[in-house]
């Protein structure tokens, strides 16, 4: 069992950077694939990126690839989501997940209550 717990979102203007990070319960911690995913307003939840149980790989969506970077602290439990250059279509709320690596949200068995970022125009 893994418990999620998201931070670091609010309101910032667009073009400027945050740092989301995600603290998770539970000794099993390294052995999860971790992603991110966000929800906007009437919108599907969508991918965002995932990185393995090691960090040796990661994945982008294509509309945040080079402004995005998913890192984690296995001694820490935590995983983080770099964000910068941030647009309005990045308005969300992003969710951390833990479980099989993928881009699917199906692929992860355990989820954060979600982070509110707020991306000003």
């Given at each position: 069992?893994?418990?999620?717990?998201e931070s670091?979102?609010?309101l910032v203007q667009a073009g400027g950077s945050l740092r989301l990070s995600c603290a998770a319960s539970g000794r099993?911690?390294?052995?999860y694939a971790m992603g991110w995913f966000r929800q906007a307003p009437a919108k599907e939840r969508e991918f965002v990126t995932a990185i393995?149980?090691?960090g040796g790989s990661t994945?982008?969506?294509d509309s945040v690839k080079g402004r995005f970077t998913i890192s984690r602290d296995n001694a820490k439990n935590a995983v983080y989501l770099q964000m910068n250059s941030l647009?309005?279509?990045?308005?969300a709320i992003y969710y951390c997940a833990a479980g099989?690596?993928?881009l699917r949200a199906d692929s992860y068995d355990y989820w954060g209550q979600g982070t509110q970022v707020t991306v000003s125009s």
């Amino acid at each position: 069992q893994v418990q999620l717990v998201e931070s670091g979102g609010r309101l910032v203007q667009a073009g400027g950077s945050l740092r989301l990070s995600c603290a998770a319960s539970g000794r099993t911690f390294s052995s999860y694939a971790m992603g991110w995913f966000r929800q906007a307003p009437a919108k599907e939840r969508e991918f965002v990126t995932a990185i393995n149980y090691n960090g040796g790989s990661t994945y982008y969506a294509d509309s945040v690839k080079g402004r995005f970077t998913i890192s984690r602290d296995n001694a820490k439990n935590a995983v983080y989501l770099q964000m910068n250059s941030l647009k309005p279509e990045d308005t969300a709320i992003y969710y951390c997940a833990a479980g099989r690596y993928g881009l699917r949200a199906d692929s992860y068995d355990y989820w954060g209550q979600g982070t509110q970022v707020t991306v000003s125009s």
